[in-house]
């Protein structure tokens, strides 16, 4: 279904949980948030049952996200569910890739597509001290592991941080040249526990890509590649693997996007930068049919805004990505 804005809605960011196994800087405080009741959380038949109704609008992509959604039980029953909806074309997850490795065969065996694993450093005592207690090797591992089950385009999400990994971030785009890796180099939004320092640790795309063809050499502007979203993609000469560009904060995307959200607790978010929010668990628990629900999903494309401003006017929500979800 199009938006008022002419935009074809067909993408839905799912959170699966706000829980997480790790606790990134930018993304939640050391001891964690407030986590939400689990009545609160939509149940896995819940979930599927909103998707039925999203595909009645015209939703046909779907992403699993959170949190960190391998800790949510129930995930490869629900993927399973999605794959078994004809008119589902992509089922595609975001992890911090802990569990991942361990994971893969059965989400691959499910129906899962694709994945997009975050890693913003290669060196394991900075990525110990930026998720606070992850494990890089694990980490790594898994990547490979998802190359091996074929969990394709595998695509690395780096968000780059001045004076955190910005002497890196060429030898997280070297990557490509040694695999069909897909680095996406993201650039800090202020949201999250990220607000009071993003602006001293921004680095725009711009300067990203300057610092990659200044020592690796230039970048050819790359078609896209499957589920290519918001992200500018280009190669190094000869690579396997691309590397993409997403500038929310210097460059936003807005008049391409195709996506609405669907929080853990059930509410229809139209836009991840607005608090704009339209409730679906309530209707559901009251006992509404797909037709219902599709209407709650055309009352939230209606409400998409023609853009955001995070750049001009820094927005404060009470909530951060991880309970959005990311
Ligand atoms: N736990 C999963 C993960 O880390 O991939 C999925 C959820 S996480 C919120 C999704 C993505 O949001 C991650 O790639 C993470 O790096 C990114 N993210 C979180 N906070 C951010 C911020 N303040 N600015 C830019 N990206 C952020
Ligand atoms: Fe967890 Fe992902 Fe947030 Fe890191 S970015 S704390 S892995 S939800």
Known sequence: MQDRFQRQINYLRISLTDRCNL??????????????????????EEVAAVVEAGVQVGIRKVRLTGGEPLVRRGIIDLIKRLNGIPEIDDIALTTNGMLLGDMAGDLKAAGLKRVNVSLDTLDPARFHSVTRCGDLNLVLRSINTALDYGLEPVKINTVAMRGFN?????????????KPLHVRFIELMPIGTSDDWSHIKFISSQEIRELITGTLGNLEDEKKIPGSGPARYCRLSGAPGTIGFISAMSNHFCATCNRLRLTASGQLRPCLFSGREVDLKQVLRAGAGPDELAHIFQKAILSKPDSHDL?????KDDRIMSQIGG
């Open 23 to 44: 606790r990134c800087v930018y993304c939640m405080p050391a001891e964690g948030v407030q986590w939400l009741p689990h009545k609160e959380i939509l149940t896995i």
């Open 166 to 178: 910005d002497d890196e971030l060429v030898d997280l785009a070297r990557l490509t040249l040694e």
């Open 311 to 315: 750049a001009a006017s820094w927005q």
